[in-house]
C-alpha cells in the first residue's frame, strides 16, 4: 500500500511566523501535490512536482513556496504566515505522468490554524 | 476554462434510498473524471474513475459527453456511505493535476 505521511496532524502558529509542511512518501512516486481543503471550496491545488527539485504553481501558490530536495519528500513552506492560511492541507503523491496512473494517494492531512 | 461544478453541497438520504450526486464539468478535450471520497476521520481516497468503468462499494459513474456530466449513483444507500465526495477532473496535457468540485456530504438516515 502506498503510504504518504504528513509531518503534523495539527499546527498553530503566530501570524508571521514562517511555516513548514512535511510530506513524505514511501513508494517511488514522481508526483506530488500540495492542495489545500477549505468547506464549500472544495481543494485547491497549491503547487505540484513532477520529479526532484522541479515544481510548478498550481491554482493559489501566493503566500506559498515549495521544496523538493528528494524523491520521496515534498515540503510546503508558508514564508509569513497570515490568518487566512488557515485551512486543511493535505499533500499527495502519484505515480508518473501516463494516464494509468493517475490516482492520486492522499496524506490524512495537517489543519494549521493561523493566529 | 476547466472547472468542475458540484451543484448540492449537502444530500441527505434514508437508507434505502437512491443516491445520485451530481458533478458537471468544463473541458475542452477528452477528460478523465473520477470521484474521491473522504470518510470521517479518514484520508481521501478514490472511489472510481471513469475509464475504469467499474462498480465500487454499489456505487456507478458514467461519463456523459453530451451533457458533460459524471454523476455517481447508487440504488440503496447504506449508512456507511456517509461521507463527503468529490468529483476531479484530470487536467489537460496530462500533467497528474487535478481539478476537485466543491464538495457534496452526503448523510444516510437510519
Known amino acids: 500500500d502506498v503510504k504518504v505521511t504528513q509531518s503534523s496532524r495539527y499546527l498553530v502558529k503566530r501570524t508571521g511566523e514562517k511555516v513548514f509542511l512535511e510530506c513524505v512518501q514511501d513508494?517511488?512516486?514522481?508526483?506530488m501535490f500540495w492542495y489545500r481543503q477549505d468547506p464549500g471550496l472544495g481543494l485547491r491545488l497549491i503547487y505540484f512536482?513532477?520529479?526532484?527539485?522541479?515544481?510548478e504553481k498550481g491554482d493559489i501558490p501566493e503566500g506559498y513556496s515549495v521544496s523538493r530536495e528528494k524523491k520521496e519528500r515534498f515540503s510546503l513552506i508558508l514564508e509569513s504566515a497570515s490568518t487566512n492560511q488557515t485551512s486543511m492541507y493535505l499533500c499527495?503523491?502519484?505515480?508518473?505522468?501516463?494516464?494509468?496512473?493517475?490516482?492520486?494517494?492522499f496524506g490524512p492531512g495537517t489543519r494549521l490554524t493561523v493566529l | 476554462a476547466q472547472r468542475v461544478t458540484q451543484p448540492e453541497k449537502l444530500l441527505s438520504v434514508f437508507k434505502g434510498a437512491p443516491v445520485e450526486l451530481k458533478c458537471n464539468y468544463s473541458?475542452?478535450?477528452?477528460?478523465?473524471l473520477f470521484w474521491y471520497v473522504q470518510y470521517s476521520r479518514q484520508r481521501l481516497q478514490l472511489l472510481l474513475r471513469?475509464?475504469s468503468r467499474e462498480s465500487i462499494k454499489g456505487f456507478t459513474a458514467d461519463l456523459n459527453k453530451g451533457e458533460t456530466s459524471f454523476h455517481l449513483k447508487k440504488p440503496f444507500a447504506q449508512e456507511e456511505d456517509s461521507a463527503m465526495y468529490y468529483c476531479?477532473?484530470?487536467?489537460?496535457?496530462?500533467?497528474?493535476?487535478?481539478?476537485f468540485g466543491q464538495g457534496t456530504t452526503l448523510q444516510v438516515k437510519p
Open positions: 499527495a503523491s502519484r505515480r508518473g505522468r501516463q494516464l494509468s496512473y493517475n490516482e492520486q494517494f
Open positions: 513508494m517511488d512516486h514522481e508526483n
Open positions: 512536482s513532477y520529479d526532484v527539485k522541479m515544481k
Open positions: 473541458y475542452s478535450g477528452s477528460p478523465e
Open positions: 471513469h475509464i
Open positions: 476531479a477532473l484530470s487536467g489537460s496535457g496530462n500533467t497528474g493535476k487535478l481539478i
